[in-house]
């Protein structure tokens, strides 16, 4: 996408910031924020084996069966070595290395896709092998430093490097005009867009020791297979291998952008050693400061995030929604569950207002929602929330846990479904939160108020003689001073209540409206620490 200076920017819509960058390869600074230590993944620099297979007839076993023989293997990572003139890459080398757009793959031949490709540098050192399919035959996309061009002439090697990612492009917004709306950068992160939004949460192939002290592992995407699709058809299939020393896996995603853009993601696992940690469909996202966490942050705005909230629907059909923090302490929460119908990480604020911020357009972020395909059984939903001082920093992760480790020398696999888009892709009959306010109690410095919104369907045909109330609870402390009352601002109710911990360090705060017979609302969350 042209960005105001005329240079194509990376990663990013019109207006790249050095922050977006960055957090597209965030691995490392998770990693940090969790005590840790930098995944092996990233930081050897031994050459990889050779891909068996990678060429030449190609199905959709392929990359499962390279996978299955990888894990048989001791692991070894990728080439990381880089020439001279690239192998110290600053921000705004790497940024000013711009792929030349008539140069991507399937331009020119009519088809609803194209696709670009990174160089390697900076923060994305390993080298990313890259086929094209093109009916059931693989080939190796050639490199060529003709691919790009260079800010700075010096930084023009004429070696074979290789790429680091690649990027999809379609006319998501504008009939002819192609944009991009999808990104295989760092890692195994990966993110999108659905029409008219901007980049936001990010999502991974797996997570291993997410917030563990000794350090997460991250995994890499180190190949990756791109179906060339049939004229006229609105979607496009590209199939991942993925590498770490822990494990091996295998992902095959059908990409289908639009209002939502949605991918249909089947993975496989083949474990090197038993995991005991082991993160499904992770999504990763910034959390700074909303009106429900505040008064630890001195900032013009109302708020900074990509997301507001972890939403889940159990298997039960309970529908929860738990507004996200900036703690000061690490924190980790995890939700039972069993047979999950969906879970993800929700940006429901959608007015300029609620963020104030021209550059970064919060209010245009994706919100996230994984719709499990199939019964993943028993497990957990686990929340980690990192503390940030900035806004530069992905705090917030959240995956599906199996109850189950995974074992050395299985194979286990998951089938689900990704919306990138405005909201949950699925109605609901309840009303839904519609903001979380905390703040100060007048004369009682020990006690917090909080204000929670409610809007939504049940209020349309509500008798004008209907008593609602809130039923609230707490783990630790008390609740009073319940109020519940219209707010014909939202056309919902507002209930307000005041908190108090007393000698408490932690409580889990639960509340649901409801009317005489039945609750009426999805179920509100909050983990409180000081």
Known sequence: MPSDNGKREIGVSSSIQRRDLMRVGAGATLATLAQGVVSQAQAQSNTAPGLAGATGTFDDGTVRQIAKRLASAPYKAPDQS?????????????????????????????????????????????????????????EAVPYSPDLFSYGDPALEVQEDVGFAGLRLRTAINTPGVMEEFCVFLGASYFRAVAKGQNYGLSARGFADGTGDPKGEEFALFRAFWLEKPQPNVKS?????????????????????????????????????TAIQQSGIAPLTGMFYFDTNDHNHVDDWRPAAHDSEALQMWT?????????????????????????????????RRRSFHDFEDLALNYEKRPSLWIEPIGDWG?????????????????????????????????????????????????????????????????????????????????????????????????????IRNVVVEPNPNIKGWRTTFEFVPGDEKLAELRAVLATDTAPISEEWLYRWTP
């Open 82 to 138: 880089l020439p001279k003139a690239i192998d110290n890459l600053n921000f705004d080398q790497f940024r000013n290395i711009t792929y030349r757009e008539e140069r991507a793959l399937w331009h020119g031949d009519s088809l609803a896709f194209d696709v670009e490709f990174f160089p390697r540098g900076f923060l994305y050192r390993p080298r990313i092998d890259i086929f094209e399919v093109k009916d059931g035959q693989s």
């Open 236 to 272: 496009v299939v590209i199939h991942a291998l993925m590498d770490s020393p822990s494990v091996a896996g295998a992902f095959s995603f059908t990409i289908r952008p639009g209002d939502t853009t949605v991918f249909d993601v089947q993975s496989t696992f083949f474990p090197r």
């Open 378 to 478: 028993e497990g957990w939903v686990d929340l980690v929330e990192i503390p940030t001082p900035n806004e530069v920093n992905d705090n917030i992760v959240s995956f599906w846990r199996p109850k189950t480790p995974l074992a050395a020398g299985k194979e286990y696999s998951f089938t689900y479904r990704m919306y990138w888009g405005w909201d949950n892709p699925f109605p609901t009959s309840l009303a839904r939160i519609a903001g979380t306010r905390v703040g100060s109690v007048v004369d009682d410095k020990n006690a917090r108020f909080f204000a929670i919104d409610f809007s939504g369907a049940p209020f349309e045909n509500l008798p004008q003689d209907a008593h609602l109330h809130l039923v609230p609870q707490a783990s630790a402390g008390t």
């Open 315 to 347: 298997g039960a059909g309970q529908q929860l929604f738990r507004p996200l923090r900036n703690p000061l302490d690490l924190q980790f929460s995890a939700f039972r569950d069993v047979s999950p119908r969906g879970f993800g990480l929700m940006q």
